[in-house]
Structure formats: structure tokens, C-alpha cells
DNA sequence: GGCCGATGCGCG
DNA sequence: AAAGCGCGCATCGGCC
């Protein structure tokens, strides 16, 4: 694959100080069986309109300017046969995500009928599992990929930000998302490399060795024995909660559920090892041979990323559990031989994120240097690291109650406009309103049902029950709206980051063939490569000779987005780096 | 035999 | 009702 010396300019060109547009934009989508090209200027005219048989867009692509944009309808839906064919697309425009955020957006006040055109609701296109593949109804339909529906649909979303408040952000996050839709395809193309001996040999030391056929590995079916020891009862079940709990009354344990945290307030020398086999139970299902035997193929573990599942705009993920797995199991992330990860992870990314976003100077201080908890405690507003981290947790999640809400006041009048932020942005949701993140996400509006409760609550008969009712659903909103600013904004900081680490990641230069990893595929096997994303840390895949750059290229990434995001507010965002065999933390 | 809510626990 | 946000998945048990 060419690379365009362009392509370093990445989402940067993009940042509201740099040039406003892209040299380029091609709309691609269907006509017939073919594919059309429409190649346009920065105002939208059209330059020229190409047809090709579908099988030759990968060649248009190959040939034409890194600096392109290309406009589809949905990223999954024509971005892995482009990799598969070996080739790499520098930047796109998503329409199906820029419809969701736009169409959303508090900040555009003229949507020129975007809201309007339902059709780009839909749910992103899925690739249907291997065993749907012959039934009728075989992946998600997605949004209209039909080349006028595209054009149309991309007219409706520039105009929509040409009305837009702040239009500089806005489209930050527009390219941010577009990338991330790439990144996404990508990593689960090259796929996250996972040694299933060492898998195996983990999964052996917690559970046990493994029996021939069928059972349960040997440590736990000793914990399970013990467990019924201690129960009196040679029969009890283990995996159903209600016959679990029932065993426990007999035996005097008065619980009443049978989770952990509950269960650890019992002396009695059946708790030990029955939290300790509900622990390994956990992995077993979870994590165990079965999911090795589904999941992991080739050395490679590809899960399904979603852009912006969540509606904070974070990303979440169907199938396999990506984002789930056990810190246990990370020795297995292992890079192929001649290769290493480089892994990075943001300390405290939220309330970094809190300070900046409010300006708020002392809580940046707080935020210089690697922790962040020592320096609140340092600034004197709570005595030690652990009530730091509560106190914070607490001002970002809405605690009320217990030691978090106990130190709330001494964190208001420390930092007293972060908190604001968090309070006013509490306040807004338990009034129904929506708020914002710093790049424009807003969150959803009220729900028929939110709205109901409230206005029974209103009413001159309504009963004290309906007035509680409503004041709780409020505050639950309350509580969902001040974290929605900070979790949603922390996931812009770490997109931006993702984002601008891809294309610094794309220039470098490749090795050679013998030298690389073929699992990664055509695009990936020869150079460094985004393999796991996972809120606020990375893992990058990377032959080893370019380790050392690749590990400088994470850093810069990180001062990239804080600059892109806040300017040249003072506040750190410091990465846990390492370099390594393994994804295990050292 | 499939669907669905509740439960519990893994991740940030 | 884990005080305090956001997820996905496995399992169970009630239901049609």
C-alpha cells in the first residue's frame, strides 16, 4: 500500500485553528450493482461523477490522494473488504455516526431537515455471525447506501454544521468519529494477539487442570466440595442464586443475596472458599477454554468494536467480551515473535478532563504530575490519597451519602468550579433538560415515561408515593446527566488521542516482509498497528526495531488531544507506558 | 424450546 | 438499596 506523504496531517487538519476543510471529499454508494464516486469541492459542488463495478473501489481508493475524504454510510459496512484487499483509507466522514451526534447536538440550531431523515437512525451494519450466515434475516440492515441517499445525507449534515454554534469542535469531533469507525474495523481485522498456550496454561494454575471429559476443572470442584462440606448438605447447588441462598439460611447465614460484598459481613468458614469458588466459576464461564475455543483463532482475539455504543460516546462491544477481560488473563496479550506491545493507559483521565473542562486552575495544579489523588491531598482539601479518590469518584458519579458524600464539601470549596460544573450539569438533567460535552455530544432527552412521572408528581392529588417516585427518577437522571459531561468528554479526549496516534502510526515506515506478522493481514502485517482499545488505554502492536518511536508517537498522541481539546490550558494527562512482551501488568 | 427480566460480576 | 456513573455476558427461572 502507497502512503501519501500527506497523510501525517491527520485529524489535525481538521482542528479549528488549521485550514477549515479538506482538500477533497468523494461520496461513495450503490447505483445498481455498481459503485458511484462523486468527487466534491469544498462548498459542496459536485466536480465529477465516477461508476465502477464494485470490485474496482479498492484500486480508486489505493490511487487517489491520502489527503481525500471519503464519505460512506457506514464505516463496517465497506471498510473491511477495502483491508482485506490490502488497502488502508487514510479519512473518512461517517454519515450513519455524524447523523447521531448532529442530530443530537444542543449545539446545531438549524438541522436543515437532518432530524428529520429517520433513516440514518438505523444500527451500524453487522457482519452476521458465521453460523446466521443462511438464515433470511442475516445481519443488521443499516442505514440507506444508495449513492443519492448518501449525497442527500451529507448536504443535511453540512448544512447542519454551518448552523452549528461552534462549529471548530464540532467538526473535531465529526473527524474523531469518523476515524474511530476506521480504528474499529481495524483493530478486529488485525485482531488483538492472544497466546492460547499461555491462555491455557493461566487458566490451569487458577483452575485447576482441566478434566478429560466434560466436568469441572479440579480446584474448583475441591472449593465446590468444601463448600457442600460446610453446608452440610452433599447435594447443594452452587450456580442457581435461590437454592444458593436457601442453603446459606440453613446454615444461619441470613443474607439476602448471595454477592460478594454482601457475603464477606458473615463470619463463617463457608464464605472463604464459597467466594472463592464463585471467583474461579466466574472465569470458567466466562473466560475458560469454551470462550478460547470460540474466541481466539489464529493467535488473534477479534472482537466486534462499537463506536459510540454507549451514549456517553463511548465505545462498547458485541461478542467475546472485549472489553471485559480479566486482568487475570492479560498475560495472554502477547506479541508475536520479533514484535512487542506497547501499552498506555491515562492515570485518572476524568477528573483531568473535569479540570480542564471547567477551568478549573486549582484542580489542575492538583493534576500536575503523575497522581492526581496526592495532589488533592497535597492542596489540603481531604488528608489521604484513598479519601481523595472517593471524593472525587463521588463529585463525578453523584454520591450523597457515605464517606464520598462526606467530603463533598471540603472538594467544593477547594475546587469550587469544578464542582460547579458537575452540580449545574446535575441540576440540568433533574430539571429534564440536556447538557453537553466539551465537543458538542448531548446527551438524550427525557424519556415518555421520565416525563409522566414528573408531570403525576405535579398534580394537586398526587400522593406522597408519586412525589417520591419522582424525586428519585430526577435525581437518577440528575445523577446520569453530571457524569454524562465527564464520561463523554474523557471519551473525546481518548478518541482525539486514538485518532492522531493512527495516522502518526501509518507513516512510519514499514519492515520487511520476513519480518512480519501475517495474522495482522495485508494492511497491518508490516508495521505498527492499534491492536486493543479500552476507554483510556491502548495496546499497540509493533515490530520490535520500531517500538521505541512507536512508544514517543503514544506520548505525542496524548499531548495532541490535550492541546485539540483544551488549547494551552495547563493540565497534565500523563500515560502509564510500557514496553513489552506481554500485556501483563509488570 | 425460545424469550425475557433479574442477578451477579467482569471492565473502565 | 452498594452509598455513586457507564457497559456486556452467563446463568437461572418463570413464562408462553
Redo the contacts with the bound molecule.
Keep these: 500500500m502507497r502512503l501519501h506523504p500527506r497523510a501525517h496531517r491527520g485529524i489535525g487538519a481538521l482542528s479549528p485553528s488549521a485550514d477549515p476543510l479538506p482538500p477533497a471529499w468523494i461520496v461513495v454508494g450503490r447505483e445498481d450493482a455498481r459503485i458511484v464516486a462523486v468527487r466534491l469541492d469544498a462548498h459542496g459542488g459536485q466536480l465529477s461523477r465516477t461508476s465502477i463495478p464494485s470490485e474496482e473501489l479498492a484500486s480508486l481508493i489505493a490511487d487517489e490522494d491520502a489527503g481525500t475524504r471519503w464519505v460512506w454510510h457506514d464505516t463496517p459496512a465497506w471498510y473491511p473488504q477495502l483491508l482485506a484487499a490490502g488497502v488502508r483509507v487514510a479519512r473518512v466522514h461517517d454519515l450513519r455516526l455524524c447523523h447521531a451526534i448532529l442530530r443530537d447536538s444542543a449545539t446545531v440550531v438549524d438541522d436543515g431537515g437532518l432530524r428529520a431523515a429517520t433513516e440514518w437512525d438505523a444500527a451500524a451494519v453487522v457482519e452476521p455471525a458465521p453460523a446466521a450466515l443462511f438464515e433470511l434475516d442475516a445481519g443488521a440492515a443499516g442505514p440507506p447506501d444508495d449513492i443519492a441517499s448518501a449525497l442527500a445525507e451529507f448536504a443535511r449534515q453540512r448544512a447542519a454544521l454551518d448552523a452549528a454554534d461552534d462549529r471548530g469542535r464540532l467538526r473535531l469531533l465529526l473527524a474523531a468519529e469518523s476515524a474511530g469507525a476506521l480504528i474499529a474495523v481495524e483493530m478486529r481485522t488485525a485482531g488483538l494477539p492472544w497466546d492460547p498456550a499461555e491462555h491455557d496454561r493461566l487458566l490451569s494454575e487458577f483452575l485447576g487442570t482441566r478434566p478429560a471429559a466434560g466436568g469441572m476443572p479440579v480446584r474448583m470442584q475441591q472449593l465446590a466440595d468444601e463448600v457442600r462440606a460446610e453446608l452440610g448438605d452433599p447435594a447443594a ?1 452452587l ?5 444458593l ?1 436457601r442453603a446459606l439460611h440453613r446454615v444461619g447465614i441470613l443474607a ?9 459481613r458473615y463470619e463463617h468458614p463457608v464464605i472463604e472458599p464459597l ?1 472463592q469458588y ?2 474461579l ?6 473466560n475458560g477454554w ?2 478460547l475455543a ?1 474466541w481466539v483463532h489464529g493467535g488473534r482475539f477479534r ?2 468494536y ?1 463506536p459510540a ?4 460516546g ?1 465505545w ?13 488473563l492479560r498475560p495472554a496479550v502477547c506479541a508475536d515473535p520479533g514484535w512487542a506491545l506497547v501499552v498506555a ?1 491515562v492515570a485518572q ?1 476524568e477528573p483531568r478532563v473535569l479540570a480542564a473542562m471547567s477551568g478549573d486552575a486549582a484542580l489542575a495544579r492538583a493534576a500536575r504530575g503523575q497522581d492526581l489523588y496526592a495532589g488533592i491531598v497535597d492542596s489540603g482539601a481531604v488528608p489521604t490519597r484513598a479519601e481523595a479518590k ?1 471524593a472525587i ?2 463529585a ?10 462526606r467530603l463533598l464539601p471540603a472538594l467544593r470549596r477547594t475546587y469550587p468550579r469544578a464542582m460547579a460544573l458537575v452540580d449545574d450539569a446535575a441540576r440540568v438533567g433533574e430539571q429534564g433538560g440536556v447538557v453537553s460535552t466539551w465537543l458538542g455530544r448531548t446527551s438524550p432527552t427525557t424519556s415518555a415515561g421520565w416525563r409522566d412521572t414528573q408531570a403525576a408528581a405535579a398534580e394537586p392529588d398526587a400522593s406522597g408515593a408519586d412525589e417520591a417516585r419522582a424525586r428519585r427518577r430526577a ?2 437522571r440528575g ?2 446527566t ?3 459531561v465527564v ?1 463523554g468528554t474523557a471519551a473525546e479526549w481518548a478518541l482525539v488521542w486514538l485518532a492522531d496516534l493512527r495516522t502518526r502510526l501509518a507513516a512510519m515506515d514499514p519492515v520487511d516482509e520476513d519480518r512480519g506478522a501475517p495474522a495482522s493481514g495485508p494492511v497491518f502485517s508490516t508495521r505498527p498497528h492499534l491492536a486493543f482499545f ?4 491502548i495496546i499497540v502492536h509493533t515490530p520490535l526495531a520500531r517500538a521505541d518511536e512507536v512508544a514517543e508517537a503514544v506520548r505525542d498522541a496524548a499531548a495532541s488531544a490535550a492541546r485539540l481539546l483544551f488549547g494551552r490550558f495547563p493540565v497534565d494527562f500523563p500515560l502509564d507506558l510500557r514496553i513489552a512482551q506481554t500485556a501483563a501488568k509488570d
Excluded at 450456580?239 to 437454592?243: A, C, G, L
Excluded at 439476602?256 to 464477606?264: D, I, K, N, P
Aim: charged share 25%.
Design positions: 447447588s450456580d442457581s442464586q435461590p437454592k441462598l439476602e443475596s448471595t454477592s460478594r460484598w454482601e457475603l464477606v467466594i464463585k471467583r466459576a466466574r472465569l470458567y464461564a466466562a469454551g470462550w470460540e472482537p466486534v462499537v455504543g454507549v451514549v456517553t463511548r462498547a462491544s458485541s461478542g467475546g467480551g472485549a472489553l471485559q477481560i480479566p486482568r487475570q493507559d483521565l472517593v469518584l463521588g463525578m458519579y453523584g454520591a450523597t451519602t457515605g464517606d464520598s458524600g435525581a437518577d445523577r446520569f453530571r457524569n454524562f464520561q479500552l476507554h483510556d488505554e
